[in-house]
Protein backbone atom coordinates (compact mmCIF):
# COMPACT_ATOMS: atom_id res chain seq x y z
CA UNK A 1 0.00 0.00 0.00
CA UNK A 2 1.22 3.12 -0.72
CA UNK A 3 -0.58 6.90 0.11
CA UNK A 4 -0.03 9.57 -2.71
CA UNK A 5 -0.69 13.69 -1.88
CA UNK A 6 -0.48 16.12 -4.82
CA UNK A 7 0.50 19.86 -4.33
CA UNK A 8 1.65 22.77 -6.27
CA UNK A 9 -1.31 23.31 -8.24
CA UNK A 10 -2.85 26.69 -8.46
CA UNK A 11 -3.95 29.46 -10.81
CA UNK A 12 -1.24 31.02 -13.79
CA UNK A 13 -1.55 32.74 -16.90
CA UNK A 14 -0.45 31.00 -20.42
CA UNK A 15 3.01 30.75 -21.49
CA UNK A 16 3.50 30.59 -17.49
CA UNK A 17 4.87 27.41 -15.45
CA UNK A 18 3.90 25.58 -12.62
CA UNK A 19 5.86 22.53 -10.74
CA UNK A 20 3.31 19.93 -8.86
CA UNK A 21 4.59 17.76 -6.32
CA UNK A 22 3.63 14.08 -5.63
CA UNK A 23 4.68 12.89 -1.49
CA UNK A 24 4.73 9.30 -1.02
CA UNK A 25 3.56 7.28 2.37
CA UNK A 26 5.73 3.82 2.37
CA UNK A 27 8.94 2.91 2.55
CA UNK A 28 9.06 0.68 -1.14
CA UNK A 29 9.35 4.47 -2.78
CA UNK A 30 11.36 2.54 -5.16
CA UNK A 31 9.82 -0.51 -6.15
CA UNK A 32 6.69 1.88 -7.66
CA UNK A 33 6.59 3.40 -11.44
CA UNK A 34 4.48 6.54 -11.25
CA UNK A 35 2.65 8.09 -13.66
CA UNK A 36 0.51 11.81 -13.66
CA UNK A 37 -3.01 12.33 -15.35
CA UNK A 38 -5.36 15.10 -15.46
CA UNK A 39 -9.17 15.39 -16.03
CA UNK A 40 -10.53 18.23 -17.68
CA UNK A 41 -14.20 19.08 -16.64
CA UNK A 42 -16.70 16.94 -18.87
CA UNK A 43 -13.65 14.51 -20.36
CA UNK A 44 -12.45 11.30 -19.30
CA UNK A 45 -9.11 11.16 -17.55
CA UNK A 46 -6.18 11.13 -19.88
CA UNK A 47 -2.54 10.27 -19.52
CA UNK A 48 -0.13 12.68 -19.28
CA UNK A 49 3.87 10.96 -18.57
CA UNK A 50 5.19 8.40 -16.46
CA UNK A 51 8.60 7.56 -15.18
CA UNK A 52 10.14 3.86 -13.97
CA UNK A 53 11.02 2.79 -11.14
CA UNK A 54 14.84 3.35 -11.93
CA UNK A 55 14.14 6.78 -12.68
CA UNK A 56 15.56 6.58 -15.89
CA UNK A 57 13.00 5.97 -18.52
CA UNK A 58 9.96 8.54 -18.87
CA UNK A 59 7.20 8.79 -21.61
CA UNK A 60 4.75 11.86 -22.52
CA UNK A 61 1.58 12.17 -23.67
CA UNK A 62 2.47 14.19 -27.15
CA UNK A 63 -0.26 16.99 -26.04
CA UNK A 64 2.98 17.73 -23.37
CA UNK A 65 5.53 16.57 -25.15
CA UNK A 66 8.37 19.14 -25.00
CA UNK A 67 6.51 21.14 -22.33
CA UNK A 68 6.19 18.76 -19.19
CA UNK A 69 8.92 17.01 -17.36
CA UNK A 70 8.57 14.03 -14.99
CA UNK A 71 10.99 13.49 -12.27
CA UNK A 72 11.41 11.32 -9.11
CA UNK A 73 13.39 11.56 -6.05
CA UNK A 74 13.34 8.35 -4.35
CA UNK A 75 15.12 9.71 -1.17
CA UNK A 76 12.38 11.83 -0.81
CA UNK A 77 9.84 9.62 -1.69
CA UNK A 78 8.75 12.11 -3.81
CA UNK A 79 7.71 12.96 -7.85
CA UNK A 80 7.25 16.22 -9.59
CA UNK A 81 5.66 17.22 -12.62
CA UNK A 82 7.53 20.15 -13.97
CA UNK A 83 4.92 22.01 -16.89
CA UNK A 84 6.58 25.23 -18.70
CA UNK A 85 4.90 26.81 -21.31
CA UNK A 86 1.78 26.19 -19.90
CA UNK A 87 -2.02 26.52 -22.33
CA UNK A 88 -5.51 27.15 -21.13
CA UNK A 89 -6.19 23.28 -22.50
CA UNK A 90 -3.86 21.95 -19.85
CA UNK A 91 -6.03 23.02 -17.53
CA UNK A 92 -7.37 20.32 -15.43
CA UNK A 93 -7.06 18.49 -12.06
CA UNK A 94 -4.21 16.45 -11.84
CA UNK A 95 -3.28 13.16 -10.77
CA UNK A 96 -0.24 11.31 -9.68
CA UNK A 97 -0.87 7.12 -9.94
CA UNK A 98 1.69 4.44 -8.62
CA UNK A 99 2.43 0.54 -10.01
CA UNK A 100 4.30 -1.41 -7.74
CA UNK A 101 6.69 -3.55 -9.29
CA UNK A 102 7.22 -4.29 -12.48
CA UNK A 103 10.41 -4.41 -14.81
CA UNK A 104 12.91 -2.07 -13.23
CA UNK A 105 12.86 0.14 -16.94
CA UNK A 106 9.13 -0.34 -17.69
CA UNK A 107 6.31 2.79 -17.90
CA UNK A 108 3.03 2.78 -18.13
CA UNK A 109 0.11 4.98 -19.74
CA UNK A 110 -2.76 3.34 -19.26
CA UNK A 111 -5.56 4.49 -15.83
CA UNK A 112 -6.37 0.32 -15.68
CA UNK A 113 -1.78 0.15 -15.01
CA UNK A 114 -2.14 1.68 -11.92
CA UNK A 115 -3.49 1.02 -8.05
CA UNK A 116 -2.61 3.97 -6.67
CA UNK A 117 -4.08 7.18 -6.65
CA UNK A 118 -4.12 10.52 -5.04
CA UNK A 119 -7.00 12.57 -4.57
CA UNK A 120 -5.53 15.64 -7.14
CA UNK A 121 -4.60 19.19 -7.66
CA UNK A 122 -6.36 21.62 -9.46
CA UNK A 123 -4.31 23.18 -12.38
CA UNK A 124 -6.36 26.55 -13.83
CA UNK A 125 -4.50 28.47 -16.99
CA UNK A 126 -5.95 31.58 -18.00
CA UNK A 127 -5.69 32.63 -21.24
Known amino acids: QVGLVESGGGLVQAGGSLKLSCAAS????????LGWFRQAPGKEREFVAA????????HYADSVKGRFTISRDNAKNTVYLQMNSLKPEDTAVYYC????????????????????WGQGTQVTVSS
Open 51 to 58: ISRSGTIT
Open 26 to 33: GRTFSSYA
Open 97 to 116: AARQLGWILSVWSDLGDYAY
